[in-house]
């Protein structure tokens, strides 16, 4: 088994052609919640992304999902981080598959170009951590203005032509308005 990521709640391990995601202990959790927060998270999130199969949204499957140890068991997406390799073009497959996923009510929470693998020309969406189940219009403007912003900060010779591509596929109207409400609050945050 060899370590592939370290990130801020789980380590990544890769055997063969599966990942296991491996949510580690926080000190500074008391340990009762902390058993609790992992068990719980680690069946988010196999959750949501099974939800997120039945929806037809490119995921990696499912293999296994262990909340008595922790562990969740996955198909090893074999491709590159969209990050290194985001096209404007692609950002037309992003909004297919994000537009899917909102229509499904799953909100991914930390959608960023890291968390994107593209394999045989599709784009695979990973990472569902921070996922929820929600219908809420606000949630899934917040999910937007999230990826409009490491558009922005990652990949800002090409973020404008991006972000155009991807409201080309993404069709929910109620959700673009209130990302400009989404957007106008920021503004005066900073
Ligand atoms: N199913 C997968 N297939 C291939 N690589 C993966 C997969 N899941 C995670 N990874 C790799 O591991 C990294 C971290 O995994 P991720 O689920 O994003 O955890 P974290 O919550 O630590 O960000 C990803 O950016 C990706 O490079
Ligand atoms: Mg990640």
């Given at each position: ?43 988010a ?22 909340d ?41 929470g ?28 606000e ?52």
């Amino acid at each position: 088994m060899k370590l592939l990521a370290q990130g801020a709640e789980a380590k990544i391990y890769v055997k063969g052609d599966i990942i296991i995601k491996d949510r580690v202990k926080k000190s500074y959790r008391l340990p009762e919640i902390d058993l609790k927060l992992r068990k719980s998270r680690t069946r988010a999130e196999a959750r949501l992304i099974s939800k997120a199969t039945r929806a037809k949204v490119n995921v990696p499957q499912v293999l296994n999902a262990n909340d008595k140890t922790m562990k969740l068991e996955l198909e090893k997406i074999e491709g590159s981080k969209v990050r290194d390799v985001l096209t404007p073009d692609m950002c037309k497959l992003i909004g297919t598959q994000i537009s899917k996923l909102h229509k499904a009510s799953i909100v991914h929470g930390d959608l960023t170009t890291s968390n994107m693998m593209l394999r045989d020309g599709q784009v695979v969406l990973i990472d569902f951590g921070l996922s929820q189940y929600s219908e809420r219009v606000e949630d899934k403007a917040v999910d937007l203005h999230l990826f409009k912003e490491c558009l922005k900060s990652k990949h800002f010779d090409i973020w404008l032509s991006c972000w155009k591509n991807f409201l080309q596929n993404y069709t929910d109207k109620a959700v673009l308005k209130r990302l400009e409400a989404v957007e106008r609050r920021g503004k005066y945050k900073h």
